[in-house]
């Protein structure tokens, strides 16, 4: 457990005794591809690590699309901000593969929450979100040109880390959209396809697009 831990980004370079300590209110968890782990609405006295495999953030709408919030893969932690603030889970989490999660209870972490490097990282991990979510929001002035192009600039990693069908339905727009978007930017050689990333030749052209 304690070997598992480490790998959390979280319990990075803690020492063995405290991750013992708190390996004794945790457990680990294999889940199958597309298993829910929670929905929204839910209350439950844990957050969660994520040690291998990939968890789906989303929300669903009234016809019942799902629309993909945020993902989470190896090292990261979710469901605290919902503890922190002692409410039910704000969204609904599914692994998008096989996965293997530690739940940790939140009750008898919250000795550890205050004190460094606990805090430090639990400040920085909350204010990205936050941030993320602010900038993020701000695609909604855009059209899809602009959303992809705001997206490149600001987020590159949604771009490695996210299934394509899953970014198009983020940015609001079909992965046929999204794709020729990015195919007429690579012609304009504004930026190019790199093994499997995406490398920005041209960030004055990109940001000309969205004045």
Do not use: H, W
């Amino acid at each position: 457990m304690i070997e598992k831990l480490k790998k959390i980004s979280l319990f990075f370079n803690i020492e063995d005794k405290i991750l013992k300590d708190i390996s004794s209110f945790s457990f680990i968890k294999k889940y199958k591809k597309n298993q829910i782990i929670y929905y929204e609405g839910e209350e439950d006295k844990y957050f969660y690590g994520i040690i291998t495999g990939q968890v789906l953030m989303y929300d669903v709408d009234l016809k019942g699309n799902i629309i993909p919030k945020n993902q989470f893969g190896c090292g990261d932690i979710f469901g605290l901000i919902s503890q922190i603030q002692n409410r039910p889970y704000c969204l609904n989490a599914k692994c998008e593969n096989d996965s293997e999660i530690v739940s940790i209870d939140y009750a008898k972490f919250q000795k550890y929450i205050s004190n460094p490097p606990f805090s430090d990282r639990i400040i920085k991990m909350l204010s990205n979100q936050i941030m993320q979510e602010i900038e993020f929001n701000k695609l909604q002035k855009y059209d899809t040109t602009q959303r992809v192009i705001y997206t490149l600039l600001n987020f590159p990693q949604k771009f490695l880390r996210k299934k394509k069908y899953m970014l198009a339905k983020e940015l609001n727009m079909s992965p046929e959209t999204l794709s020729r978007i990015l195919s007429k930017l690579k012609n304009e050689r504004i930026i190019c396809f790199c093994e499997k990333s995406i490398k920005l030749l041209d960030k004055k052209s990109l940001k000309k697009y969205l004045k």
